[in-house]
Nanobody
Framework: HVQLVESGGGFVQAGASLRLSCASF????????IAWFRQAPGKEREFVAA????????VYADSMNDRFTVSIDNAKNTIYHQMNSLKPEDTAVYYC?????????????????WGQGTQVTVSS
């Protein structure tokens, strides 16, 4: 049983950077996939990026891949989401999610385990 805990959200001005963390507790496998999603008020949950813990597979949303980067620290069981050049439209609750399919997939329904989310607010 895996638990995920996000942290690192906050209130920043447009153009700033933030690094979100997703700590994984419990037994994990190198083939596990971790994804980041976000949900703005009144909108559906949106895919951001996904990677497999062995680093062999990754996928990013086309609209964000020039500003957002996901990295893995297996020694710390933590996945990081670096966000640069933040815009007000990036304001959302950011969630990490895990799956044992061995594939970095983009659908929210593909992921069985979710963290509680961390709020990111970007002012103009």
């Amino acid at each position: 049983h895996v638990q995920l805990v996000e942290s690192g959200g906050g209130f920043v001005q447009a153009g700033a950077s933030l690094r979100l963390s997703c700590a994984s507790f419990g037994r994990t496998f190198s083939s596990d996939a971790i994804a980041w999603f976000r949900q703005a008020p009144g909108k559906e949950r949106e895919f951001v990026a996904a990677v497999t813990l062995d680093g062999t597979n990754s996928v990013y949303a086309d609209s964000m891949n020039d500003r957002f980067t996901v990295s893995i620290d297996n020694a710390k069981n933590t996945i990081y989401h670096q966000m640069n050049s933040l815009k007000p439209e990036d304001t959302a609750v950011y969630y990490c999610a895990s799956d044992r399919s061995g594939r970095a997939r983009t659908g929210a329904d593909d992921y069985a385990t979710w963290g509680q989310g961390t709020q990111v607010t970007v002012s103009s």
